[in-house]
Nanobody, 121 residues
Framework: VQLQASGGGLVQAGGSLRLSCAASGRIAGSYVMGWFRQAPGKEREFVAAIGPSTVRADYGDSVKGRFVISRDNAKTTVYLQMNSLKPEDTAVYSC???????????????WGQGTQVTVSS
């Protein structure tokens, strides 16, 4: 599966931004898809993931209540709606695909390129 992320940019604190990740390839719609982020000098952090059925989703503690992950009807594009953005949300955001919502935090075999999100104070 190939992943293509887009939608990053510069936004003021308190603003919103939506990221997209399009998956292509055989059975792309059957994968768990998620978002991770990495700020300079920090370890990669799990942000959110959603299962292929879209019923289940999981969020990192730092974004719960502010970010929403969703998936289109074809299940091949995943969105990350980021609200109430803070300067500490500044990072390179990457999408990933895996096989289990329970394990994608630690095991994601497929990765797309990152997109920069910068939140100014």
């Amino acid at each position: 599966v190939q992943l293509q992320a887009s939608g990053g940019g510069l936004v003021q604190a308190g603003g919103s931004l939506r990221l997209s990740c399009a998956a292509s390839g055989r059975i792309a719609g059957s994968y768990v898809m998620g978002w991770f982020r990495q700020a300079p000098g920090k370890e990669r952090e799990f942000v959110a993931a959603i299962g292929p059925s879209t019923v289940r989703a999981d969020y990192g503690d730092s974004v719960k209540g502010r970010f929403v992950i969703s998936r289109d009807n074809a299940k091949t594009t995943v969105y990350l709606q980021m609200n109430s953005l803070k300067p500490e949300d500044t990072a390179v955001y990457s999408c990933a695909a895996g096989f289990s919502l329970d394990t994608i935090r630690n095991s994601a075999p497929y990765w797309g390129q990152g997109t920069q999100v910068t939140v100014s104070s």
